[in-house]
């Protein structure tokens, strides 16, 4: 495609004022050769407009490393038998979550493979007593795919707001990302189901996942236009040498800034954070993300002796350090770059109009 053909300008102003973009310009926004920087200044502009410098918390809890999934890409995948197991009982979660209390997080995300020892009635009972002893936070569940039911009780527990990235909108790709037991279909039918249940849903996608083309990503988005999610997480794929996928290189930080932009500009609105994965393939990299409009950072508050087991992929930064130390960190580098934190649930603001 030659950029000739296209009006950069007129495309970005026309996103930025009706969210209405075709295929083909998406498709250029996505992997043309154009002067990236009014995207990135619209895009920025927009999450002003919406949500000024603010940047939203949420202390992210690595539950669980068992799961017994086996998706190709991940490193905790059920039959990878160098991942050293771990996980955290009752008493431990709660822990982490009055150390976060204390360093100001009012989010908490409970993340984990998919565990079943973690039946409907542990996570239940975990949740209600976050919920009992932390009324003024709001409680995040990312523990894969659960039946309607089960999505329900977690929300009678007490909570509001679930993570399950569709990680790619079309089947074929699906298949080859996954396992025959896992289906894109379902994972879609698992979103619907949340939003329906009156979640905040969160989805989103790897960027650069092994056989992903452009026309995928393009799908990826008009998914999340039908499914409208309050949030929208994606970063790029990295690879783990102990899954199928070890000699597929990891995603490019670029294309992962050039599609947070194009997110912020079709869903002004969202949630979307600045992944570990930006930040472990570039040190500045969640920083890079807040600035392409991001607003959300996610730090690491599960307990330092775990947080190297949770090895989703090779890397991952902030395995070393306190809690404090994270939060402490985090805040000089969002302030560096013109961001600040806010110590509130920070939910999605389309709930407020
Ligand atoms: N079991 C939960 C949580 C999965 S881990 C669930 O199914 O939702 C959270 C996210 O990490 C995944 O949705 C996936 O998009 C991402 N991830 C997994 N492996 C990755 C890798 N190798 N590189 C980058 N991101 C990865």
Known sequence: MISEEFDISKIISNLENTQEISDSELEFLIDGNYDTSELFS???????RYYGTDVYLRGLIEFTNYCKNNCLYCGIR????????????KEKILNCCRKGYELGYRTFVLQGGEDPYFTDDRICNIVSEIHRLYPDCAITLSIGEKSKESYQRY????????LLRH???DPKHYSSLHPDSMSCENRK???YNLKELGYQTGTGFMVGSPFQTTENII???????????EMI????YITHFDTPFHE???GSVSLTLRLIAILRLLFPYALIPATTSLGTLDPSGREKGLKAGANVVMPNLSPVDVRKKYELYENKICTGEESAQCRGCLERRINSAGFHIVNSVGDCIRNCF
Do not use: W
């Open 42 to 48: 619209t895009s920025d502009k927009v999450r002003r």
């Open 78 to 89: 059920a039959d990878n038998r160098k991942a050293v197991r771990y996980r955290l009982d």
């Open 155 to 162: 929300y009678e527990a007490g909570a509001r707001r679930y």
């Open 167 to 169: 990680e790619t909108a």
């Open 189 to 191: 039918q698992c979103l």
């Open 219 to 229: 799908s990826d988005i008009h998914f999340m236009q039908e499914l409208q999610p």
């Open 233 to 236: 997480g994606i970063g790029p």
């Open 248 to 250: 597929y290189p990891n």
